[in-house]
């Protein structure tokens, strides 16, 4: 076998188009078809097709394309190139032997029924190509659907041309290949601002497609759109193809990360930095710092990035900005708490300030008042002010510690001025110690407060009776009523009493008393038969302050309304009388009444007095 007519020129191109055939790794038959499209479908000679700088230029802006999507050349050929002038392929794509003006083709395909038969489509992805189509606006007119004046009442495409065909074919062949719904082809060509399915777009969307397999995620036009929003404030960064890469990753970060886009792009736009931060893994990491001081305090990049600029700032001109700033700080850091916890914290804080205020305060005042030290300052105010911020008093308990110090200096001759101080010697003992004077001094005024019941020694019998009441039974609203009314009616009893002797002597009213003491004995009894009588004794009753005991009941019968009373032998005696009717018969039958009186007496030994 002789190969003919192999010239240098033909040799020098076979060289040329098997090394780059081996350097693109394509197949001698894709690169031939490559370079026949690239030279207008040249194919009569060798010598036609050229291999030039813009040839391989265009070989390059292919080459990723097809890798990038996973098309063949054939199918970077289908999209990029129209056939409006190539029926048989043109019809191929619609199922037709081929395409013409022929109204009769142009009829066929218009109805909107067959249209979307030859296609596949279904009526909601057949709507949706036709709104993507004039969204794009890659149509030199939009396409309309009308209804047709027929008894079905069928659609049709009102103004289909070879053009319009040629259009639908390249833009749904692109979005099959793809991947991608008509919506989110249209939006990106309306975003990258072409109406142009060219090679150019199609380098756009390989970049895309490369970053959404790397990333293992769909490309999602609304998430994209939310994002860009975003970020137009940073920097006036402007809605392009160009960003949508940046956005892409972006999105993956804030997934992986958890960071919340609005607060992230916002800080970004306060602090006057851009994308470029991204760029960076530094200030990535600053970054993350950032949003992890924000996400552990709960407080707002945004409020976070004012407390830094505080930093730049002198006090004097941005006071009120200070005040603000601080007043905020405490506002979000509540809103953190509930109230029984924030009272805590706030306590904390106090503390902390009130030590800051306090060095603060102390370094002027050494200065204003010529102190040498801390110590000398705290003799001057009559107050330590060392003392941390743990320690809490109030205002009036300091102002007394202080005047204890001042008169203390005083006794001690420490201060200047008082050299003779008339307070004896006796009231230092409580004036230095402010407990026992404040003890002392509740005690006098209110001694109901420290009354233990069980330690109180003079007790009445009726109150005896009360608390017995109450101990024996179970405390109930019933129960308790039932012992006060019996403690008030036995007490009303003694109210109403009627004095009826009363003997006055010294007696001896203590066990083991030698000396007898002055003693008044008042013997009283109910108004009401059968009386029951009741004594008690005031012992000194001449003295400023008498001893009075509780009225006792006289545990005996006595018919008798009045009695009397002797004190003999260390004895209390009483003496009634009591008088019977009896009635006598005479011999006359006539009858007479004798009164009889019996005198009766009682005694008790003298016990101690309550």
């Known amino acids: ?16 188009f098997i090394s780059l055939a081996h350097k693109l790794d394509w197949s001698f038959a894709d690169l031939s078809y490559v370079l026949t499209q690239l030279n207008s479908g040249a194919t009569e000679t060798i010598e036609q097709i050229k291999i030039n700088d813009d040839i391989l230029e265009a070989i390059t802006k292919i080459q990723p394309i097809t890798k990038r999507l996973g098309i063949s050349h054939q199918d970077y050929n289908f999209i990029t190139v129209s056939l409006v002038d190539k029926p048989v392929k043109l019809g191929k794509f619609y199922g037709l032997p081929y395409l013409s003006e022929n109204q009769n083709h142009l009829d066929f395909l218009a109805n909107v029924e067959t249209f979307r038969e030859q296609l596949d489509l279904s009526e909601k992805d057949f709507n949706s190509l036709i709104a993507a189509i004039n969204q794009a606006g890659l149509s030199s007119e939009p396409l309309e659907i009308v209804v047709e004046n027929n008894p079905e009442k069928s659609q049709k495409i009102s103004n289909l041309t070879l053009e319009k065909l040629d259009v639908i074919r390249r833009f749904v062949f692109l979005a099959r290949k793809v991947n991608w719904s008509f919506e989110t082809l ?20 390989s970049k895309i497609k490369q970053v959404e397999k790397k990333y293992k995620l769909q490309f999602n036009p609304t998430q994209y759109q939310t994002l860009s929003d975003l970020i137009k ?11 949508i890469f940046r956005v892409i990753a972006l999105s993956e970060l804030f997934q992986t990360t958890g960071w919340k886009p609005k607060e992230v792009f916002a800080h970004l736009a306060n602090a006057n930095k851009g994308l470029d931060i991204f760029n960076s893994v530094q ?20 409020f976070l990035l004012k407390l830094k600029e505080l930093k730049d700032l002198t006090v004097a001109e941005n006071w009120q900005k200070y005040k603000e700033l601080a007043q905020n700080l405490i506002e979000i850091t509540q809103a953190n708490y509930d109230d029984e916890t924030w009272v805590k914290i706030n306590e904390k804080i106090d503390i902390q300030l009130n030590e800051d205020k306090r060095d603060a305060l102390s370094g002027f005042v050494l200065w204003k008042q010529k102190k040498g030290n801390l110590r000398d300052l705290s003799q001057h105010l009559l107050m330590d002010v060392e003392t941390s911020g743990i320690i809490s008093t109030s205002y009036i308990l300091q102002a007394t510690l202080s005047v204890q110090q001042y008169l ?14 008339k307070i004896p010697e006796i009231w230092w003992q409580w ?44 405390i109930t609203v019933d129960s308790v009523e039932t012992a006060y009314r019996n403690y008030f009616e036995k007490f009303a009893e003694l109210a109403n009493l009627k004095i009826v002797e009363s003997y006055r002597c010294h007696a001896q009213n203590n066990e083991g008393d030698t000396n007898p003491e002055d003693t008044l004995f008042l013997f009283g009894r109910t108004i009401t038969e059968p009386y029951i ?28 309304e009045i ?36 005198i009766k007496y009682s005694f008790q030994y003298q016990r101690k007095a309550n």
């Not at 060509?189 to 199609?202: A, K, P, R, S, Y």
């Not at 404030?233 to 960003?243: D, H």
């Not at 200030?283 to 945004?302: A, H, R, V, Y």
């Open 1 to 16: 076998m002789k190969i003919s007519n192999l010239s240098d020129r033909v040799l020098d191109y076979l060289s040329r």
């Open 186 to 205: 249209a939006w990106l060509l309306v975003t990258d601002n072409t109406t142009e399915i060219n090679g150019d777009f199609l380098l756009k969307i």
């Open 233 to 243: 404030p940073i920097n006036n960064i402007s809605l392009t193809i160009s960003n």
């Open 283 to 302: 200030d990535i990491i600053k970054l993350k710092k950032e949003i992890e001081l924000s996400n552990s305090t709960g407080i707002k990049l945004s």
């Open 408 to 421: 203390h200096r005083c006794r001690m001759g420490l201060e200047p001025g008082v050299t003779n101080l």
């Open 431 to 474: 004036m230095m110690n402010y407990r026992i004077w404040e003890v002392n001094r509740k005690f006098f005024l209110y001694p109901e407060n420290y009354i233990d019941p069980s330690l109180r020694q003079n007790k009445t019998p009726i109150f005896k009776e009360l608390e017995d009441e109450l101990l024996q039974s179970e």
């Open 533 to 560: 009588y009741y004594y008690r004794k005031c012992i000194k009753p001449t003295a400023n302050k008498p001893t009075w005991t509780a009225w006792e009941q006289i545990e005996l019968t006595i018919n008798a």
């Open 563 to 598: 009695i009397r009373g002797c004190h003999a032998f260390n004895k209390l005696f009483i003496f009634w009388v009591e008088t019977t009717q009896i009635e006598k018969k005479q011999d006359d039958k006539s009858s007479s009444t004798e009164t009889k009186a019996t």
